[in-house]
């Protein structure tokens, strides 16, 4: 015995409302232009954070004759290159001999067994990007180019080019299987460092949220 609604369910008529076709944006504008402008500052922040840690290590010295108590001489030796990781974390001082310049490298409530290694994060994090801080580039890369989130999250470096004056990007993306290529080049030819357009506009960003050795 069939049952009477089956020939319904072949013909498509599962009982379903309609979808609605009016694109709904997460973000209102005013909230992308907030963001936006957050990721602007956390963007200012970083640059601001490595350039005082590159300032720093180019004052210190090796540690084994300056000392493992001071900041400029443990940045040197990662700068340069002079002393791995680990030994800089057994050469640095215990939690309690530690200074304070040290120990605010480490975060809030650190534990002491583990303060060592949290010094160690918080001095590789003056000189180089740590993969926190990708999160505020991504989100200004979406704004000036419109891409989606998932197309800015795949990128590589094998996706950009960089050339005297212009950028060029192989975007992705994975569920319609397509790539695009992008090209960004400088308004003046004498200003190769600033890529067109200088700050990204909110309106450019899509109406989806933002997903995004030290980790």
Same mark, same amino acid.
């Given at each position: ?50 350039? &005082?840690?590159?300032?720093? @290590? /180019?004052? $210190? +010295?090796? !540690?084994? %004759?300056?000392?493992?108590?001071? #900041? ?65 580039? &991504?989100?200004?890369?979406? @704004? /000036?180019? $419109? +891409?989606? !989130?998932? %197309?800015?999250?795949?990128?590589? #470096? ?58």
């Amino acid at each position: 015995m069939v049952a009477g609604h089956l020939h319904g369910w072949l013909e498509g008529a599962l009982g379903l409302r309609r979808g609605e076709t009016t694109e709904l944006d997460e973000f209102s504008r005013a909230d992308r232009k907030k963001i936006v402008q957050a990721a602007w500052t956390a963007r200012m922040d970083v640059e601001r954070r490595l350039a &005082r840690g590159w300032d720093l @290590a /180019a004052r $210190g +010295r090796d !540690p084994r %004759e300056g000392g493992w108590t001071e #900041e400029v001489n443990l940045l040197w030796a990662i700068a340069h290159d002079a002393l791995n990781c680990t030994e800089i974390s057994k050469a640095l001082p215990s939690w309690r001999e530690m200074p304070l310049s040290l120990r605010q490298l480490a975060p809030a409530g650190t534990r002491p067994v583990a303060a060592k290694a949290a010094v160690v994060r918080g001095l590789v994090r003056q000189l180089f990007l740590h993969n926190s801080d990708l999160q505020a580039y &991504r989100i200004l890369l979406m @704004a /000036a180019t $419109g +891409r989606a !989130p998932e %197309e800015v999250a795949a990128l590589t #470096e094998h996706d950009i080019e960089f050339g005297s004056s212009s950028v060029t990007i192989d975007f992705s993306k994975g569920r319609a299987r397509a790539r695009m290529r992008q090209a960004f080049s400088t308004p003046e030819p004498a200003s190769p460092a600033l890529l067109h357009p200088a700050r990204p506009g909110p309106d450019s960003t899509p109406g989806r949220s933002a997903v995004g050795c030290w980790n």
